[in-house]
Structure formats: structure tokens, C-alpha cells
């Protein structure tokens, strides 16, 4: 069995990794010039950091669901329907959305009078992922004084997304806030739950059921990025 | 004020910016540690998730890959903890089952490659793919991991030599002993 005296293993790792300084670098290639052998574990070794690298230069994609495509087919109809009210509605919300404003104003005074902290007028989104009660219950109050402290000439947009076990919150057969979400929504707060959780827990069996205020579209991360992106500040429950 | 204000845009913007640039490489990176989709998928958002909930933390954005990856880590080591149990190579083998590209002789290079990978343990696993695919030097693994950079390189040899005689049938091991230990690395 032929050993190499002068290069380590950890050397030879190094020098493929530029790991090493230019006196190293120099005496590995002095080296090699000398050791046929050494050459063909260099070469080896370089081989070796391609293949890994090629195997992972295209993943496989995640299997994701589209919003669409999360769709039962009786929904479908639903959309149809809802888009044909949207227009309608859009219509007609611009008769509605000073009074809505004015609404939101008034419970914005009573929400400064319990102390709020100050928010700047901005938009917002919430996310939830704990499955407490409690933390359901400060997301809910938070998006109401979101609305509440936003300037009257800039109404404020704010989304609560709930995730994992925060889930619940939006599930219709445990949440125990029905009556807040409906009133928040009410206010153009938007609702939306995670797909991937939804999906995590439909591949454990589990039949999932929403609050008709609840989008099913996104998943969290995808959510909370595009509004990050579209300049909305974000804040974890 | 003003300033301030424009700070703080200017340091959302960067870390939208962050955010959007390294989803890809979190989760391949998250796919060559647990060789699941799926399981990548929800390590990357956990991790975005967190690097956005405490992105005030973050106040050198020189060190910013690092630090996600670093989140990556922790949170594949938060799973396996909860878990207690985590995809072997046998896992593997009936994910890559399904998988169509598999028909093709490239595509069976590959798999053969990322079986071989799947197969090291876990902390050889995350030092050669770090090294590899990522390029990150021997102190950001060793931050990363929260480990020595010691441990950085023997970890790196032994799984370096475990892929080699698996993937490129390399003489005995005896042939790579080494002889002096090196003095230092960048």
C-alpha cells in the first residue's frame, strides 16, 4: 500500500476548498508535480466536490398546492358567484367604504382610551403560529388596534396569517373567536391559512374546516414575503 | 428623524432583499440535509419565519447568510429533536422511486450521489454540503454549527472519504492517512 508522507487528508480538503494560504498552495502543487499519486488524489478529491455539487444543482420542487388547485370543485361554483358579487360589490363599496372608514375611526378612539401602544400609519401583517388561546386572542386585538390608529386620509390594509397550531384560530370547528374574526372582516382585516399547515394536517387525516372569513391560499412564508415585499411591516405573535 | 425613517426602509428593503435571495439556497440546501421535499419546504419557511421575527437581531449584514443558515440548522435540529428519528438512506430510496427522472442514466448519477450523502451522519451530512454547495468557508461552517473549526475539517474528511469510497471506489483508506497535520487555514 503506497502512503503519502507530506499531504494530509485535511490539507487536501483544504487546498480544493482555497482553505489554504499561497505558501500551502505552492507546496501542494510542488507536490503533486513530484507524486503521480498525489495528482490522482487531488483529482479525486476535486471529482468528488463536483459530483456532490451536481447532484444538487436542480432539486425536485416541493409539492405545493395553487390556490385554485386547493379548491374543492364545490367551491368553484362558490368563486364564480363570488366574483360576479365582488364586481358588484365594488360598485357599491364605493358608496360604503366612508362609512366603514368612519366605523373603523370610532372604534379607533375607544382602542386609543385602553392604551394601545402608538402605531405608525402603515400596513400590517400578523402572523400566528402558537395554538394558545391567549396569543390568538392579542393577534385579534392587535389587528383591531391596527385599525383603529390608522390615519383617516390613509386607511390602513392589515392581514392576519395563522399557521401551524395557530391554525386554530381560523378553523371553524375549534376557534373560539367566530364572533371577532366576523367583525374584523367586517373591517377588511383578511384572514389567511397556511396551505402547507392545512395540507400537513389533511395528510394526517384531519378533516380541515375554516371560518368563511379564511382564505386558503397561501402558505405563511409566501404571504408574509409578498407583503414584506409590497412594503407592509410584519410582526410575529 | 427623517434619517431614521429612511434607515429603516432602506434595512427592511435589505432584508427583503436577503430573504428573497437565499430561499433557493436555504432549501437546497434543507433538501440535501433531509432528502425530503416536503420536509425542506417547511424547514425554509420555519427559518424565513424566524429570520423575519427577529430580524432585528441581524445588525451586520455582511454576516447575514451565515446567520440563515445558521437559523436552518437549528431549526433541523429542533425537528430532529422533536421527531427523534430522521430519514435514513432507506427513506430515500422509496422517495426516489417516484421520482420520473429517474429513467435516465444522468438522473441515476445524481441519486446515486445524493444517496451516498444521505447515508453519512447527520453532522457529516451538514459540514460537506455546506463546504460543497454552499462554498462556505471552514470558520462559517464552524459558526454555523457552533462548532469548532477542528471539527469543521474532521468532519469534512471523514465524510469526504465516505462518499469517496462509496461513490469513486478508491483504494484503502490507509493510502489517505495523514502523515502531517496542517498548520492553519485561512
New interface residues.
Given amino acids: ?11 487536501l ?2 487546498f480544493i ?5 499561497s505558501e ?1 498552495i505552492n507546496g501542494v502543487f510542488d507536490e503533486a508535480e513530484q507524486s503521480a ?1 498525489l495528482d490522482g ?1 487531488l483529482c ?2 476535486r ?3 463536483e ?6 444543482r436542480d ?6 398546492r395553487t390556490p385554485v388547485g386547493r379548491m374543492p370543485a364545490s367551491m368553484l361554483g362558490m368563486a364564480a358567484v363570488a366574483s360576479l358579487l365582488l364586481f358588484l360589490g365594488a360598485a357599491a363599496g364605493m358608496f360604503f367604504t366612508q362609512s366603514l372608514e368612519q366605523r373603523s375611526l370610532q372604534t379607533g378612539s375607544e382602542s386609543a382610551a385602553t392604551g394601545q401602544p402608538v402605531i405608525t400609519s402603515e400596513n400590517y401583517i400578523l ?1 400566528v ?1 402558537s395554538g394558545d388561546p391567549e396569543q390568538m386572542q392579542r393577534a385579534l386585538k392587535m389587528a383591531k388596534a391596527l385599525l383603529s390608529s390608522a390615519s383617516s386620509n390613509t386607511p390602513r390594509k392589515v392581514e392576519v396569517v395563522a399557521n401551524e397550531k395557530g391554525l386554530d384560530l381560523l378553523r371553524s370547528d375549534i376557534t373560539q373567536f367566530t364572533e371577532e374574526i366576523n367583525y374584523l372582516a367586517s373591517n377588511r382585516v383578511v384572514f389567511y391559512a397556511c396551505s ?1 399547515s392545512i395540507q400537513r394536517l389533511e395528510e394526517k387525516g384531519v378533516v380541515v374546516r375554516l371560518v368563511p372569513e379564511a382564505i386558503p391560499g397561501y ?3 409566501d404571504r ?2 409578498l407583503r ?2 409590497d ?1 407592509w411591516e ?1 410582526i ?1 405573535i | 428623524m427623517a434619517y431614521k425613517k429612511l434607515l429603516i426602509i432602506s434595512q ?1 428593503r435589505a ?2 432583499r436577503l ?2 435571495n437565499n ?1 433557493e439556497r436555504l ?2 440546501m434543507a ?2 440535509w433531509t432528502g425530503d ?2 420536509l ?3 424547514l ?2 420555519q427559518t ?2 424566524k429570520a ?2 427577529n430580524r432585528k437581531q441581524l445588525r451586520d449584514f455582511a454576516a447575514a447568510e451565515g446567520w440563515l443558515f445558521r437559523i436552518l440548522a437549528n431549526c433541523l435540529t429542533d425537528y430532529r429533536r422533536a421527531k427523534r428519528e430522521f430519514l435514513s438512506g432507506d427513506n430515500l430510496e422509496l422517495i426516489d422511486k417516484v ?1 420520473p427522472e429517474r429513467r435516465f442514466r444522468e438522473e441515476e ?2 441519486q446515486k ?2 444517496q451516498a ?1 444521505q447515508r453519512l451522519p447527520i453532522n457529516h451530512r451538514q459540514v ?2 455546506l ?3 454552499e ?1 462556505f ?2 470558520a462559517s461552517v464552524a459558526q454555523i454549527l457552533d462548532i469548532p473549526v477542528g471539527t469543521v ?2 468532519r ?2 471523514r465524510g ?2 465516505a ?2 469510497q462509496e ?2 471506489q ?3 483508506d ?13
Avoid at chain 1, 476548498?17 to 494560504?21: H, I, M, S, T, V
Fill in positions: 500500500m503506497i502512503k503519502d508522507e507530506k499531504i494530509s487528508e485535511e490539507q480538503n483544504a476548498d482555497g482553505e489554504l494560504e500551502e499519486e488524489r479525486k478529491q471529482k468528488l466536490k459530483l456532490v455539487k451536481h447532484a444538487y432539486v425536485p420542487e416541493p409539492r405545493r402572523h403560529s402547507k402558505t405563511a412564508l408574509v414575503v414584506m415585499q412594503g410584519y410575529k | 427592511r432584508f427583503r430573504v428573497a430561499r432549501y437546497r433538501f440535501a421535499p416536503q425542506a419546504d417547511d425554509v419557511q424565513l419565519l423575519l421575527k421520482t448519477l445524481v450521489v445524493r450523502v460537506v454540503t463546504v460543497d454547495l462554498e468557508s471552514y475539517m474532521s469534512l474528511c469526504r472519504r462518499l469517496r461513490l469513486l478508491t483504494r484503502s490507509e493510502m489517505l492517512t495523514p502523515a502531517i497535520n496542517i498548520k492553519r487555514v485561512k
